[in-house]
């Protein structure tokens, strides 16, 4: 059994708050860097170049390059041979998302319940979403999810006769209906399949993918390309102001489902696309 | 479109924004009052309850956002527009009591987009994630109202070349119907097409 500290958890938890919201992910600045080079409308061109150079401020001066600092959400994979020692990790992964945002001058912008929006303070709790996995590991991701490109996101129950068609509708459907609201270019998260929740789960896990890389099942790494280009024909463009450059990516996931259901969930990302791994 | 930035120092007339077009590109001077989700919702209640505004919104322009914190020497903390849509059941309200621009980003209501053309009102779109670069053009800024909402508290920011884009003018333009229209596919190249 490998003991880990719950204060190296904290610790992590601490430098991937500040490392999400102060620098853009490697594959995500090229993914920008190609849609600049291939974006045919002058404004959209012009906002892709502000990005990239806010991107070289905010890390230059290792500030937010997005106020909106987001949910900090978690994907941990733990090994069945580790064990947290001296704290429960829950609470050592608050406690690094509360060092974290205040250290970093993050905003914190949870509140406690959607009814009374009295304000956390910390941005805690984290949302956490736990994998056992085998072996003697630990690795952390993390999503610093903004709320503009979340509240466009949508699942609907499809049944199986409607199928994959409808799957794709519905996924353009949803980009179309966001428009500017998510500001693109986006990176698009889809889940399908499991009961619903599961989806919307897939969905957002999607995201933390490497920007562009391809499902490793075939078919599904055609559907990505499908829709990718789909959504780019769709001429929102960056920002909302038209182009050919409405998302960056498309990410699938699948789980195994129910002989009566097609889930599907898409968990939009804007282009201040906030994510940091690393394994303890 | 206007390949050159058009300079306007607040607070506007209606002359100053009725030359304004959708997709034009605009540096913004002078003040700016920063409001969102939670500071409309307490200025709605204090126009009902007949009590003052933090500010009077006669020729003023408010930016829809809620600043990070700001590190020592910076006047501001990173500060991009939030959505704009959440702000709509409030806009009418300031925009009837004179309020002359807005700046966010994402589509407006029907309501509010009536309201602007009836009243003399414009929206601009700020790039959304550029909350890095945006702040840089706040030289000052000060908490006016609500100082209890922390990042969502009314402040009054002095910017200088803050840039934006004519999203909705006083004449029906719609930068985001008019752009995507412009680069659907099939339509690009087209009269449609940029210059």
């Not at chain 1, 466009?152 to 949803?174: H, N, Q, W, Y």
């Not at chain 1, 499991?194 to 989806?199: D, L, T, V």
């Not at chain 1, 002989?259 to 990302?269: G, S, T």
């Not at chain 2, 204090?46 to 003052?52: L, M």
């Amino acid at each position: 059994m490998r003991e880990i500290a719950a204060s190296s958890v904290t610790e992590v938890v601490r430098d991937l708050c500040i490392e999400a919201n102060t620098r853009l992910p490697h594959d995500h600045l090229s993914a920008l860097r190609r849609a600049l080079h291939e974006e045919r409308s002058e404004l959209g061109r012009e906002v892709i170049e502000r990005l990239l150079e806010n991107a070289e401020v905010a890390s230059e001066r290792c500030i937010a390059f997005c106020q909106d600092t987001g949910y900090a959400v978690f994907f941990v994979e733990m090994g069945s041979g580790v064990r947290i020692t001296g704290s429960e990790i829950r609470s050592a992964i608050d406690e690094g998302v509360r060092r974290g945002y205040e250290e970093g001058y993050l905003r914190k912008s949870i509140v406690r319940s959607p009814i009374d929006r009295t304000n956390t303070g910390d941005n805690t709790p984290a949302i956490v979403y736990y994998e056992p996995v085998p072996g003697e590991g630990l690795k952390l991701t993390m999503l610093a999810k903004g709320a503009g490109c979340d509240n466009m996101s949508a699942l609907r129950m499809l049944t199986p006769a409607e199928g994959l068609p409808a799957m794709k509708r519905f996924v353009v459907e949803t980009i179309e209906r966001a428009g500017p609201n998510a500001s693109p270019p986006l990176t698009v998260g889809v889940g399908i399949g499991g009961p619903f929740e599961k989806a919307a789960q897939l969905a957002k896990k999607a995201l933390t993918r490497p920007s562009g890389e391809p499902n490793p099942d075939p078919e599904l790494a055609d559907l990505e390309r499908e829709l990718l280009d789909e959504i780019n024909a769709t001429g929102i463009g960056p920002a909302g102001y038209g182009g050919t450059q409405t998302a960056l990516a498309v990410h699938v996931e699948s789980f195994p489902t129910h002989i009566a259901a097609f889930p599907v969930a898409v968990n939009l990302d804007c282009h201040s696309h906030r994510t940091a791994s690393i394994e303890l | 479109m206007s390949p050159e930035p058009i300079y306007l120092h607040t607070p506007l007339s209606l002359e100053d924004i009725e030359p304004l077009r959708t997709g034009d590109v605009v540096r913004l001077n002078g003040v700016l009052f920063t409001a969102r989700d939670a500071a409309h919702a307490r200025m709605k209640e204090a126009i009902e309850a007949g009590e003052p505004l933090p500010f009077d919104p006669e020729g003023h322009v408010v930016y829809f956002t809620g600043p990070a914190p700001a590190r020592p020497g910076h006047a501001l903390g990173p500060a991009g527009p939030t959505t704009a849509s959440r702000m709509d059941p409030y806009s009418p309200l300031l925009i009837e009591r004179g309020l002359r621009g807005m700046v966010g980003k994402g589509r407006r209501s029907k309501e509010v987009i009536e309201s602007m053309r009836e009243h003399g009102c414009v929206y601009f779109g700020a790039v959304e994630g550029t909350a890095a670069l945006l702040a840089d053009c706040v030289k000052e800024a000060w908490v006016v109202a609500y100082e209890d909402l922390g990042a969502e508290a009314v402040r009054r920011l002095l910017v200088e070349d803050f840039p934006v884009v004519v999203v909705n003018d006083l004449y029906g333009g719609d930068l985001y119907r008019e752009g995507r229209e412009r680069w659907r596919r099939g339509n690009e190249g087209t009269e449609f097409g940029e210059p």
